[in-house]
């Protein structure tokens, strides 16, 4: 699997490292039912079959945090960007 | 009919011609006490025990493709309970209880052989980390083992005992552990439980629920049709995300493929089962001859059932390394199954989280040794609406209250348990 990473290129997954799904957002500590909020975001995941935002660390490259948007049930890659643009999109 | 020699002796003689089939083909009915969702090992067993030890047999069975084509036929057929923590080792040993009796209970072949797992051990740490598991299993009243490295020779003559990196200094032995055939598994549970009136329904996927009023869940949609139940049981490994999201659930589980290989067959060299903890490597030889082996999962989120050459050649380079002889042999086949990885890397067996609704998820890559006793205590749930005690460590949620069960403590990244 090759990940287009969008400072090298297109480089062997091997490269990288998994973190996982990227939709999930830090809930703020101090909310009133952040122990609930903090369970759903540790733990509860949409596991989608499909279209699917994950995370991956350039760990033998440039280092950087890369969200990809990859499909689950045939590995086919459809973009990639850097972690803080998609965390802002 | 009741398997016997004499019934192989005569049915030989006569070509199969006055052979029964070994489970009936029924229409559903239009409502079931439980519905088990999931035709696998688990699905199954959970229908014969409710049968068997409940009396609950107005029971039916859905699989959405044919009975042995998931996860019960992609697996690598061992069994065994050397597990560290207490809200899972006695599970597994009871599971590994219930295997040794499975033929008879079931009338069926299955192929358990109680040939042995072996965890190899590298160094004195990893030493100390076996030591404390194999205690952990004997308070559980599980066998444990710790050998030598001289009596690993005797055992395994044929690995690389003085690798420069991996050393062997020895071994935990469990002699109860062992395979089984596992299509054999599959189609005995169904079987034996089509011979209680279970139902077992094949080539009927579920594609929506019916609910009630209150947010019960009442019944499933199939392509064929409605099926009403008072009882809905999902017991669908991989898919367990997929159904749980028609019902608006999220699950804390990931699906990761595994990967497993085979290769030609040889005259029998490997005498049970072995591991190679510290290189991700494991092995042992069916009764075909064939070896059969397997690694790491595919490091990433995937319901592809099928791996990546990357874990291939780490899975083929440990095992090459630890059992020089191996790369002289061709592979066969490969192949991989979808493992519904939770959060802890622990089973879930709950009532719940909606009513009328149980849910058996999250075996990640252990599932098929637990088949029986997940069969077992799911049954006790679903009949009894109370967690059987072997599993009462295993609700939903632990999560919430942080009781995990975390045999690796690697927190919740489902793809390094």
Redesign the interface.
């Known amino acids: 699997?090759l990940i287009p990473c969008p400072y090298c290129g297109a480089r062997?997954?091997?490269e990288f490292s998994?973190r996982?799904?990227a939709t999930p957002v830090r809930p703020d500590a101090a909310a009133p039912d952040a122990a609930?909020q903090f369970?759903?975001y540790?733990?509860?995941?949409?596991?989608?079959?499909g279209a699917?935002r994950?995370l991956w660390y350039h760990s033998a490259g440039c280092r950087r945090w890369v969200e990809v948007e990859r499909d689950?049930?045939?590995?086919a890659i459809t973009a990639t960007r850097f972690a803080a643009e998609g965390r802002r999109a | 009919m009741r398997y016997s020699l004499f019934n192989v002796i005569v049915n030989g003689l006569t070509k199969n011609r006055f052979a029964e089939r070994a489970w009936r083909d029924p229409e559903p009915k239009p409502e079931y006490d439980v519905l088990v969702i999931g035709g696998g090992g688990h699905g199954l067993a959970t229908a014969y025990y409710l049968a068997k030890n409940h009396g609950i047999t107005n029971v039916a069975v859905l699989e959405k493709g044919w009975i042995g084509s998931g996860n019960a036929g992609r697996n690598t057929t061992i069994f065994r309970s050397n597990y560290l923590l207490p809200g899972n080792e006695p599970f597994y040993e009871h599971s590994v209880k219930l295997w040794e009796g499975l033929e008879q209970e079931l009338n069926y072949n299955v192929m358990a052989s109680q040939r042995g797992i072996v965890n190899l051990i590298h160094s004195d740490a990893q030493r100390d980390v076996y030591v404390r598991r194999g205690n952990a299993m004997r308070l559980a009243g599980a066998d444990s083992e710790l050998l030598d490295a001289a009596q690993v020779r005797t055992l395994l003559p044929f690995l690389d005992y003085d690798n420069a990196r991996f050393p062997i200094k020895g071994g935990l032995l469990q002699a109860r552990a062992g395979t089984a055939r596992h299509d054999g598994v599959v189609w005995g549970f169904a079987r034996a439980a089509d011979k209680l009136g279970v139902d077992i329904l094949q080539n009927r996927e579920v594609t929506g629920f019916t609910r009630g009023p209150d947010g019960a869940v009442t019944g499933v949609e199939t392509p064929r049709g409605t099926i009403k139940a008072k009882k809905i049981a999902l017991a669908v490994a991989g898919s367990s995300s997929r159904l749980a999201s028609k019902l608006g659930l999220r699950l804390p589980i990931e699906s990761l493929v595994m990967q497993a290989f085979v290769s030609e067959a040889i005259k029998p060299l490997i005498p049970g089962v072995f591991t190679f903890g510290a290189g991700h490597f494991y092995i042992s030889q069916s009764d075909k001859g064939g070896l059969v082996f397997g690694g790491d999962l595919d490091g990433y989120n995937s319901y592809a059932q099928r791996g990546n050459l990357p874990v291939i050649e780490d899975v083929l380079e440990g095992g090459v390394a630890l059992m020089p002889l191996l790369g002289r042999l061709r592979l066969l086949r490969q192949w991989a199954g979808l493992c519904d990885m939770s959060m802890d890397g622990s089973p879930i067996i709950d009532i719940g989280p909606l009513p009328n609704l149980y849910l058996n998820a999250g075996w990640s890559y252990g599932g098929f040794k637990a088949t029986p006793a997940s069969g077992w205590c799911f049954a006790h749930t679903i009949a009894r609406d109370e967690p059987h005690p072997l599993t009462k460590a295993m609700r939903l949620d632990r999560f919430r209250t942080g009781h995990v069960i975390d045999e690796k403590g690697v927190g919740a990244q489902p793809n390094l348990h």
Do not use: I, K, S
């Open positions: 699997m062997d997954a091997e998994y996982g799904d609930e369970h759903d540790v733990y509860l995941r949409d596991n989608p079959a699917f994950e689950t049930l045939t590995h």
